[in-house]
């Protein structure tokens, strides 16, 4: 079965600092790949999506930047941190198959910019 | 933009009762209608989804009925439980290279003892 990852759980930094938050998928090969951040416990907003290595869509202009590295790894980076960036980030993939499909997400990082 | 608009933003049902949660969407390109249940500090995690070649579709307690021509669809929790209490948010979806979603703004359930 797949499952996934996020880390770190929870993140607590301060204005001007970096950021990375990592994902990963196991048990499936050539996902689909989104970020998305949940501000005050309520609706999702996509930041960036990737169908491959290396390729990356961003849905809205921000402070934030999306990498992929790996097939199955999925990198989110800021490198000044601004208090708006403070959010429930989370993960998730859709397989790559014909036809409509879910998107299947991780456990979620909550990050707190000071 | 395409939106997909979900009332209401919160719900209180006794414990037993049927929990009704709707959805309109504007975008009749949109061929898969996804929900999912999130608790607090958790991921939404994937309840139940309908194509629009079907009017119902259930899975337990949980019912999705979807009305094509009025671009409408609805889920509906039968003997509500405590444990349901969590936020719901329904999305459309297409056929596209990367599965896209849009989502509503999510209702706030609270399934009383």
């Known amino acids: 079965s797949q499952t996934i990852h996020q880390w770190p759980a929870t993140l607590v930094q301060p204005v001007g600092s970096p950021l990375s938050l990592e994902c990963t998928v196991e048990g499936t090969s050539n996902p689909n790949l989104y970020w998305y951040r949940q501000a005050a416990g309520r609706g999702l907003q996509l930041l960036f999506y990737s169908v491959g290595i290396g390729q990356i869509s961003s849905e809205v202009p921000q402070n934030l930047s999306a990498s992929r590295p790996q097939d199955r790894q999925f990198i989110l980076s800021s490198k000044k941190l601004l208090l708006s960036d403070s959010g429930f980030y989370l993960c998730?993939?859709?397989?790559?198959?014909?036809?409509?499909?879910?998107?299947?997400f991780g456990p979620g990082t909550r990050l707190t910019v000071t | 933009q395409q939106q997909v608009k979900q009332s209401p933003q919160s719900l209180i049902v006794q414990k037993g009762g049927i929990s009704i949660i709707n959805c309109a969407y504007e975008?009749?390109?949109?061929?898969?209608f996804p929900w999912y249940q999130q608790f607090p500090g958790k991921g939404p995690a994937l309840l139940i989804a309908i194509r629009p070649d079907v009017s119902e579709k259930k899975e337990g307690r949980f019912t999705i009925s979807f009305n094509k021509s009025a671009k409408q669809f609805s889920l509906h929790i039968m003997d509500s439980q405590p444990g349901d209490s969590a936020t719901y948010f329904c999305?459309?979806?297409?056929?596209?290279?990367?599965?896209?979603?849009?989502f509503g703004k999510g209702t706030m359930l609270l399934v009383s003892p």
């Open positions: 999305a459309g979806g297409m056929n596209s290279g990367y599965s896209t979603l849009t």
């Open positions: 975008n009749t390109a949109f061929d898969y």
């Open positions: 998730a993939w859709s397989p790559r198959t014909s036809g409509p499909r879910g998107q299947y």
